[in-house]
């Protein structure tokens, strides 16, 4: 069984920063991509920031020039260093990643974690 486990977030004032990470644990052979969504209240579920294996970075339009996501591939987690924020990065963060379990079955799974809740109010 592959889980995928978020930390870090909060409360933060608009203009702070907050750095959430994600590790993933169980039978894992690789892993592909790695990501970072977010759902607001009443809004569907967005990309914020993705990165493949090779470290090669995207981001959302909303979060360019303030998010920063990085991964460590011996450790299998995934961060997200998140600066001046707003209050409109308010939301539930999800971690995702495509992980294939062993190196028999090809397919990867698209994995979820449970999110983590980022506030952002004065």
């Known amino acids: 069984q592959v889980q995928l486990v978020e930390s870090g977030g909060g409360l933060v004032q608009p203009g702070g920063s907050l750095r959430l990470s994600c590790g993933a644990s169980?039978?894992?052979?690789?892993?592909?991509?790695m990501a970072w969504y977010r759902q607001a209240p009443g809004k569907e579920r967005e990309l914020v920031a993705g990165?493949?294996?090779?470290?090669?970075?995207n981001y959302g339009d909303s979060v360019k020039g303030r998010f920063t996501i990085s991964r460590d591939n011996a450790k299998n987690t995934v961060s997200l260093q998140m600066n001046s924020l707003k209050p409109e990065d308010t939301a539930v963060y999800y971690c995702?990643?495509?992980?294939?379990?062993?190196?028999?079955?090809?397919?990867?799974?698209?994995?979820w974690g449970q999110g983590t809740l980022v506030t952002v109010s004065s």
């Open positions: 995702n990643a495509q992980i294939r379990p062993d190196p028999v079955v090809v397919r990867y799974h698209d994995i």
């Open positions: 169980g039978s894992i052979f690789s892993i592909n991509r």
């Open positions: 990165i493949t294996s090779g470290g090669r970075p």
